[in-house]
């Protein structure tokens, strides 16, 4: 069956037609039979090959947009830096027009309070990514570059703080309230001997509001 010679080629397919109709119906309003109908001439079979349930559409969703190719992991074997710096260097990852993964245009899509499933499942897949952040600053800390502490708490408090405390559609707020989120994130981190937003991060903020869709601040 067609379905079956080209395997990766069908799941994408699949995928790209539930994220279409996810974001346009909304997660509970789409059913299987939806998906299918969307899918150039894919059987129900062809579907059922791939995945048991739509909630397995949207798990492999949110692996592709929000946890493959995670930069944390991704600067584990950078050599000559420490490990402050190659969080940095992941952070400025996530923050670059370059990154269709964390913060990409369609993962921000995803992100609405109308579709609090994906909000839940955004949610377990930043669990998953806080290991690799540990070991970076348990790397840290062992080189002198980050404060001994606690390296789970502090990774969970980045991922919170990063991932979601400064997504517009997740906590609303205009440039002004982003700036001033900044602020208080650096000060934050910086106090608790974790400083990872340095000179080159704080240039990319306007990158990063972009990314988000930030509101402009509202005219006098």
Known sequence: ????????????KILDASLKLFLEKGYEQTTVFDIVENLGGLSRGA??????????????????YFTDNEPFEAVRDVQGLSGLGKISKAIGYIVSPENTGGIG?????????????FLAELLRSNREVAPGLVLL?????????????????????????????????????????FDDKIAIIKQVLDGLGLPVMDGDFMARRDVWADLLNVSPVPDA
């Open 1 to 12: 069956m067609p379905w079956n010679r080209y395997p990766e080629e069908t799941i994408q």
């Open 47 to 64: 579907f059922y090959h791939h995945f048991k349930s739509k909630d397995e559409v949207l798990n492999a969703l949110m692996e592709k």
């Open 105 to 117: 245009k369609t993962a921000q899509s995803l992100l609405t309070l109308s579709n609090p499933r």
């Open 137 to 177: 600053i348990e790397e840290g800390m062992a080189d002198g570059s980050i404060r001994p502490g606690n390296a789970k708490l502090l990774a969970e408090l980045l991922i919170l703080l990063i991932h979601f405390w400064v997504f517009p559609k997740i906590f609303p707020g205009d440039r002004a309230v």
